[in-house]
């Protein structure tokens, strides 16, 4: 069995790109509870890059289909809303279901590539990892999920047998919050 943890990036200095120094210190103390990984895999936004460093990890690769998402996408779903809303747009949005299962097929060929015991870590954007859960495991109830992941937050599911096992939603604890910017 294999293990893919998903993250959404820390806290940027908006409207720049890059992580403010509260966002750094967040993905410092997720960090330092996750790992190890054998494979880093981010989208090429440097929020997801810096996210990455920041936790402790090097990145192998940058994708940009881990970074790219149409406004078709963004209108027929919106965000930030629950599991549950991304559940329903997957299920009755053209362009919402199709995101979604490429995002899945994008996790099992990450997954697929490291060895039997190992984790891959994917960081990435909101949106991007709720959809992606919802098509990686479509017999779980997401809506026992709860609301959209907020920063560093993210999903880890359990690949077996040539497919996604479960899914477990990953909140960052409320000691480790810090102001939101």
Avoid at 54 to 63: C, I, K, N, S, W
Avoid at 82 to 102: D, M, N, T, Y
Avoid at 116 to 144: K, N, R, W
Wanted: aromatic share 8%; glycine share 10%.
């Amino acid at each position: 069995m294999q293990t893919l943890e998903v993250r959404r990036h820390a806290m940027r200095r908006k409207p720049g790109e890059h992580l403010s120094q509260d966002g750094v210190a967040l993905a410092r103390r997720v960090g330092s509870a996750s790992g190890p990984f054998h494979l880093v895999v981010t989208s090429p936004s440097p929020r997801a890059f810096e996210t990455a460093i920041a936790m402790g990890f090097a990145v192998d690769e940058t994708l940009d289909a881990l970074g790219e998402l149409g406004d078709d996408v963004f209108r027929e779903v919106g965000w930030p809303v629950p599991f549950a809303r991304i559940a329903q747009a997957v299920a009755l949005s053209r362009h919402g279901r199709g995101f979604a299962e490429a995002q899945a097929r994008l996790w099992r060929s990450i997954v697929e590539r490291i060895p039997d015991g190992e984790q891959a870590l994917i960081v990435t954007h909101g949106l991007f990892v709720e959809l992606g859960a919802v098509a990686s495991v479509p017999e779980a109830d997401p809506a026992a999920w709860g609301d959209a992941i907020a920063y560093c937050e993210g999903v880890r599911l359990r690949f077996d047998g040539g497919s996604f096992r479960d899914c477990e939603v990953l909140r960052v604890p409320q000691e480790y919050r810090l102001i939101q910017n």
